[in-house]
Structures are given as C-alpha cells and as structure tokens.
C-alpha cells in the first residue's frame, strides 16, 4: 500500500495530477484509491519511483518528503526571468495532465510505443520545457519572439535540460508536432494586434486541432469561456481547473482530447 500526501495548494489540481500519472504510467494496473483529506493510499502499486520523481503536488511519498527542487527554480533564481513566466509546480503538473507516456505501455518494455515528446509552442523563457525536460522527456519549443530562445536556451542548460529543440517560430505557421502544454499569451502580449482574446484563443484552438497528438493542456484567463470555445472546435474536454495566481489574474487549465 502506497501514501501520497498531496499539497492542498489549488484544491482538485494535486489529485487531479496524481490521476494523471497513475493512468498514463500504469495504464494496465488494477488501483484502488482511498482518498482521506490530503492523503491518498493506492493499492496495487509496487514501485514509488515514478511518482517521486514526475509529480509536482505530492509533500510526502510513504512518510518520506518529495523534494524536486522547486525553489531553486523560482523564477526569480533563473538565469532569465520575465514576468510571464510560470511557477514551476503548476508547469509540472500540466505536463502530467497531458498523460504523457514514456516507453511501452508507460514505463518500458514489451510492445514498446514511442516516447511522447512535449511541444509547447508559446515557450517564452522555458518554465513547462524545464519541468518536462527534467521529467525525462524530450521538448520541443517554438516562440514567435526572438529574444525568447537564447533566454530559454540559458535556462535549460543552466538546470541541465539535455533532450531540447527550440527555434523561433510563429506557432500560426508551425509544422512540428507533440504533446502539447502550453500557456499562451493574454491580453495586450498576444502576437495578433486588432484581435480579441476570444479571437486570439479561438485560432489558438483551430491551430491546436490540427497539431495536437491527442491530449493537450492549455492555460488562459480564467475571464474567456476557453471550454465552450474548445467544444465548439470539436474538442473533448477532459478536466478543467482555476488557479488563482493574483488578484487581478486567475488561470484556467484545461486539459483538451481531439
Ligand atoms: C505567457 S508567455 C509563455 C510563458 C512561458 N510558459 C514561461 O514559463 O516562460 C507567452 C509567450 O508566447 C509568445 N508568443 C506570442 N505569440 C506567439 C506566436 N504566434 N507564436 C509563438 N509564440 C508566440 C510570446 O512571445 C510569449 O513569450
């Protein structure tokens, strides 16, 4: 019987996050959760590893502490830094929302699929490619602005991110394709003068349609109905959660199937 004792920062995202890794890791195993306040006992797992190492929200793995180094990676402790930057738990833990799959069947072996590669098309200074990359999984970033890409470059190498392709590029244009998290830009940032957010979002969604390998997750203001435009594009939507981040913006995560 395994414990994780979950952080209670953001209410359902920490749970959420543990869902996530427990289906994409162990997708043939027969779990049973007993869910107590912020602790959860799992029956039928026999090995932590991957738990301590992929999630962001977990405190406490058998009465042993999860460190994964957070606060050496505050935004302020980067070599490059900007105010959009993201806080790397909530990064980590949009990566595991994505469910993405390592080696066969999650963890290696027979009847091996390929490694999901994660792609976040607005990378800025690398916050969701650096949690991803330290995962163990490949990343592959684009940013239309170009002063973007040495900064993230500088990030991932000073955090020894090894597996990493990251270019300039408008996402509106891009080929590439992955595991998509990301966290575009709002308001006043986006790359699209004369549009509304909702428009903004709205050819983010159409572009995401096409490029996406099946899961994605994506952040916005928690102020545009992101999940009634994301049916509208024939997504299914598979979780959604708000995260207060200050007091004039609130996140909505949503974690989007083609
Ligand atoms: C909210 S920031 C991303 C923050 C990032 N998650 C981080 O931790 O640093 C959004 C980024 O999208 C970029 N961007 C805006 N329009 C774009 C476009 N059309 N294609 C690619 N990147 C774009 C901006 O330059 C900005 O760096």
Redesign the pocket.
Same mark, same amino acid.
């Given at each position: 019987m395994f414990s994780v004792k979950l952080s209670q920062e953001h209410l359902t995202l920490p749970l959420a996050e543990l869902n996530a890794v427990l289906e994409s890791c162990y997708p043939d195993k027969k779990l049973t959760l007993n869910i107590s306040e912020e602790t959860v006992k799992i029956a039928g797992l026999d090995d932590e590893s991957v738990l301590r190492k992929r999630l962001g929200y977990a405190m406490e793995i058998n009465g042993v502490e999860v460190e994964q180094g957070f606060s050496a990676r505050y935004p302020r402790k980067r070599p490059f830094s900007?105010p959009?930057?993201?806080d790397p738990k909530l990064?980590r833990a949009m990566v595991n929302l994505a469910r993405p799959m390592k080696g066969a069947k999650g963890l290696g072996g027979k009847g091996a699929r390929k490694e999901d590669v994660i792609f /976040?098309? %607005? #990378?800025?200074?690398?916050? @969701?490619l650096l949690e991803a990359g330290l995962m163990g999984f490949k990343t592959i970033g @684009? /940013? @239309? /602005?170009e002063k973007?890409i040495p900064g #993230?470059k500088q990030n991932l190498d000073f955090y020894e991110v090894k597996d990493y392709d990251i270019s300039v590029? /408008? %996402?509106?244009k891009t080929k590439k394709r992955g595991t998509i998290v990301?966290? *575009? *830009?709002?308001g006043k940032?986006?790359?699209?003068p004369g549009k509304s957010v909702e428009e903004f979002y709205n050819l983010i969604l159409e572009k995401l349609h096409e490029i996406t390998n099946g899961i994605s997750c994506i952040g916005s203001p928690s102020t545009i109905n992101l999940g009634e435009m994301a049916l509208n594009q024939g997504f299914k939507i598979l979780e959604e959660h708000i995260i207060y981040v200050n007091k004039d913006l609130s996140k909505r995560i949503l974690v989007l199937k083609k």
């Open positions: 900007y959009t930057t993201l990064a /976040d098309p %607005f #990378c800025g200074t690398g916050g @969701i @684009i /940013d @239309i /602005d973007m #993230c590029e /408008d %996402f509106f990301t966290d *575009p *830009p709002y940032s986006t790359s699209l």
